[in-house]
Protein backbone atom coordinates (compact mmCIF):
# COMPACT_ATOMS: atom_id res chain seq x y z
CA UNK A 1 0.00 0.00 0.00
CA UNK A 2 0.81 3.34 -0.77
CA UNK A 3 0.05 6.74 0.27
CA UNK A 4 1.53 9.70 -1.16
CA UNK A 5 0.38 12.69 1.82
CA UNK A 6 0.55 16.11 0.87
CA UNK A 7 0.14 19.23 3.51
CA UNK A 8 -2.25 21.62 1.98
CA UNK A 9 -3.97 24.76 2.37
CA UNK A 10 -6.66 23.92 0.31
CA UNK A 11 -7.74 20.90 -1.97
CA UNK A 12 -10.30 19.84 -4.14
CA UNK A 13 -11.82 16.80 -6.43
CA UNK A 14 -14.06 17.97 -9.38
CA UNK A 15 -15.60 15.15 -11.36
CA UNK A 16 -17.50 16.43 -14.85
CA UNK A 17 -16.59 20.22 -13.06
CA UNK A 18 -18.80 19.22 -10.42
CA UNK A 19 -17.16 19.53 -6.77
CA UNK A 20 -17.57 16.44 -4.74
CA UNK A 21 -14.49 16.81 -2.32
CA UNK A 22 -13.07 19.47 -0.97
CA UNK A 23 -10.65 20.22 2.00
CA UNK A 24 -8.93 23.43 3.63
CA UNK A 25 -5.99 22.75 6.05
CA UNK A 26 -5.04 18.99 5.95
CA UNK A 27 -3.57 16.25 3.98
CA UNK A 28 -4.19 15.40 0.31
CA UNK A 29 -3.67 11.58 0.07
CA UNK A 30 -3.27 9.79 -2.91
CA UNK A 31 -3.49 6.14 -2.22
CA UNK A 32 -2.52 3.17 -4.43
CA UNK A 33 -3.26 -0.56 -3.42
CA UNK A 34 -1.31 -3.14 -4.34
CA UNK A 35 -3.12 -7.05 -5.02
CA UNK A 36 -1.25 -8.56 -1.04
CA UNK A 37 -2.99 -5.31 0.92
CA UNK A 38 -5.11 -6.32 3.43
CA UNK A 39 -6.66 -4.08 6.28
CA UNK A 40 -4.04 -4.86 8.88
CA UNK A 41 -1.70 -2.98 5.94
CA UNK A 42 -4.40 -0.77 5.84
CA UNK A 43 -4.69 -0.30 9.74
CA UNK A 44 -0.72 0.70 10.34
CA UNK A 45 -1.08 2.86 7.20
CA UNK A 46 -4.16 5.20 8.27
CA UNK A 47 -2.22 4.75 11.97
CA UNK A 48 1.36 6.05 10.92
CA UNK A 49 -0.43 8.57 8.07
CA UNK A 50 -2.39 10.04 11.70
CA UNK A 51 0.63 10.08 13.78
CA UNK A 52 2.52 11.92 11.57
CA UNK A 53 3.90 15.36 13.12
CA UNK A 54 4.71 17.59 9.75
CA UNK A 55 2.55 20.33 10.51
CA UNK A 56 4.57 23.17 12.16
CA UNK A 57 4.36 24.49 15.48
CA UNK A 58 4.94 28.18 16.82
CA UNK A 59 8.71 27.99 16.12
CA UNK A 60 8.32 26.78 12.92
CA UNK A 61 9.44 23.17 13.78
CA UNK A 62 7.64 20.34 12.32
CA UNK A 63 5.60 19.07 15.41
CA UNK A 64 2.26 18.84 15.16
CA UNK A 65 0.41 16.33 13.85
CA UNK A 66 -3.42 16.83 11.96
CA UNK A 67 -5.34 16.17 14.92
CA UNK A 68 -3.05 18.94 16.62
CA UNK A 69 -4.32 21.06 14.07
CA UNK A 70 -7.48 20.54 13.32
CA UNK A 71 -7.01 19.32 10.23
CA UNK A 72 -8.66 17.26 7.27
CA UNK A 73 -8.56 14.88 4.76
CA UNK A 74 -9.67 14.09 1.08
CA UNK A 75 -8.46 10.71 -0.12
CA UNK A 76 -8.08 9.77 -3.53
CA UNK A 77 -7.64 6.61 -5.21
CA UNK A 78 -5.17 6.00 -7.48
CA UNK A 79 -3.80 3.38 -8.63
CA UNK A 80 -0.90 4.63 -10.77
CA UNK A 81 1.20 4.91 -7.95
CA UNK A 82 1.88 0.77 -8.60
CA UNK A 83 3.54 2.13 -12.15
CA UNK A 84 6.06 -0.31 -12.86
CA UNK A 85 8.40 1.78 -15.67
CA UNK A 86 11.62 -0.75 -15.15
CA UNK A 87 10.70 -2.29 -18.84
CA UNK A 88 9.82 0.21 -21.55
CA UNK A 89 8.09 3.14 -22.02
CA UNK A 90 4.74 2.38 -20.98
CA UNK A 91 3.89 2.04 -17.28
CA UNK A 92 2.64 -1.75 -16.56
CA UNK A 93 0.19 -2.11 -13.50
CA UNK A 94 0.20 -5.65 -12.56
CA UNK A 95 1.18 -4.94 -9.08
CA UNK A 96 -2.14 -2.81 -8.67
CA UNK A 97 -4.89 -4.40 -6.94
CA UNK A 98 -8.05 -5.52 -9.10
CA UNK A 99 -10.80 -2.73 -8.86
CA UNK A 100 -12.89 -4.96 -5.76
CA UNK A 101 -10.17 -5.31 -3.82
CA UNK A 102 -8.93 -1.80 -4.02
CA UNK A 103 -12.16 -0.68 -3.42
CA UNK A 104 -13.05 -2.65 -0.86
CA UNK A 105 -9.69 -1.21 1.03
CA UNK A 106 -10.09 2.24 -0.23
CA UNK A 107 -13.69 2.77 1.50
CA UNK A 108 -12.04 0.60 4.75
CA UNK A 109 -9.69 3.16 4.78
CA UNK A 110 -11.95 6.21 4.60
CA UNK A 111 -14.06 4.53 7.30
CA UNK A 112 -11.04 4.43 9.73
CA UNK A 113 -9.43 7.76 8.87
CA UNK A 114 -13.98 9.02 9.59
CA UNK A 115 -13.12 7.28 13.23
CA UNK A 116 -10.31 9.91 14.38
CA UNK A 117 -10.80 12.78 11.47
CA UNK A 118 -14.41 14.60 11.99
CA UNK A 119 -13.79 16.14 8.33
CA UNK A 120 -13.08 13.43 5.75
CA UNK A 121 -13.75 14.25 2.29
CA UNK A 122 -12.99 11.63 -1.14
CA UNK A 123 -12.87 11.45 -4.37
CA UNK A 124 -14.85 8.75 -6.19
CA UNK A 125 -13.54 5.25 -7.09
CA UNK A 126 -12.77 4.49 -11.02
CA UNK A 127 -13.58 8.36 -11.81
CA UNK A 128 -11.68 10.80 -14.32
CA UNK A 129 -11.07 12.95 -11.70
CA UNK A 130 -9.41 16.54 -11.10
CA UNK A 131 -7.53 17.40 -8.44
CA UNK A 132 -6.33 20.78 -7.26
CA UNK A 133 -4.50 21.82 -4.42
CA UNK A 134 -2.18 24.35 -2.82
CA UNK A 135 0.54 22.52 -1.59
CA UNK A 136 2.16 24.17 1.56
CA UNK A 137 5.82 23.92 1.69
CA UNK A 138 5.69 22.38 -0.09
CA UNK A 139 5.53 19.38 1.96
CA UNK A 140 5.19 15.81 0.56
CA UNK A 141 5.39 12.47 2.30
CA UNK A 142 5.42 8.96 1.04
CA UNK A 143 4.74 5.98 3.01
CA UNK A 144 4.94 2.59 1.51
CA UNK A 145 3.46 -0.35 3.88
CA UNK A 146 6.87 -2.40 2.50
CA UNK A 147 8.98 -0.04 4.47
CA UNK A 148 6.90 -0.11 7.89
Known amino acids: MRFVIQLV ?3 DVK ?3 KTVGEISK ?3 VLIGIGHEDNEQIADKMVKKMLGLRIFPDENGKTNLS ?3 VGGSLLLI ?3 TLYA ?3 HGNRPGFTD ?3 PELANDLYEYIISKCKESVPCVEKGIFGADMKVGLVNSG ?3 IILDSDAL
Do not use: H, V, W
Request: contains cysteine.
Open 96 to 98: AAG
Open 9 to 11: DNA
Open 15 to 17: IEG
Open 84 to 86: DCR
Open 138 to 140: PFT
Open 77 to 79: SQF
Open 66 to 68: LKD
Open 26 to 28: GYM
